[in-house]
């Protein structure tokens, strides 16, 4: 459906939030809609009446302009700036509900590994899909990655990469990753018969999930794959190696209903192999 809601990026000025703006910006313009760039000054422990707050806002506003000054005059694209005040998840998540798409820069890097704990606490609280883009996003990815396991929120995932893909022209992989037995471990406990019906299971959920595509895209490529050696994560990641984008659904079928984010968008979201969506659960 088509929106005339902006797309909105949150910076801090890192290179992961310029980086974030930079693609923000570039996706706005090929959507024709406009960008707004976000600030938030986390005020929380800014005691009355001390007047910091009215400093911050002030730097945040001046950190917005340099950042929208590095679009202006290089994306054709109408740009805004807007300073937010209070808790940064909850803000952005507040925020989102005028948004059709939020963006984000991935965490900093500590000890090896990518900590997004912002990203994460934005894509749990945001009504909206929430983009995270790494520091080094190189151009030219092709193809559109999606993860599947059967759940009502991978299939809204699938929904939204399907048309991703067909926007963009790109071609679409379907990968759903589940835990197999083990054939070594439980030899004598489990028969072949058994494996390759579990097996046989899951093809169906796989196959299930993207049976109505080829109806409402049928020009869309679609690729399927099935995968029972490795874990979701891992596997979405090996596939999204090189890709335009990841799509990711914020919960599974193996999650808790009190939890926002899953397990398996976590993990990906900590090790980003392209720029990576989390759509929200919208409950029919």
Known sequence: MRTSKPIAVATNDSP???AAVQWAARRAARAGLPLIILHVVDD???????????VLVEKGEELLETAAGRVRGTVPVEVTTKVLEGGISGSLGKYSTQASMLVVGSGGTHLGGSLTDRALQVAAAAKCPVAVIGIQEPEGGRGVVVGVDGSEESTQAVAYAAAEADREGQELTVVHAFSGPDRWIDRGALTETLAQRIEDEEQVVLSETVSGLREDYPDLVVHKILESEKEPAAALVEAAAGAQ???????????????????????VLTHLPCPTVITPIHRS
């Open 16 to 18: 992961q939030s310029q």
């Open 44 to 54: 929380r422990w800014v005691a009355e009446p001390i007047p910091w707050t009215g």
């Open 245 to 267: 984008m990841l799509v990711v659904g914020s919960r599974g079928r193996g999650g808790f209903k009190r939890l926002l984010l899953g397990s398996t968008a976590h993990a």
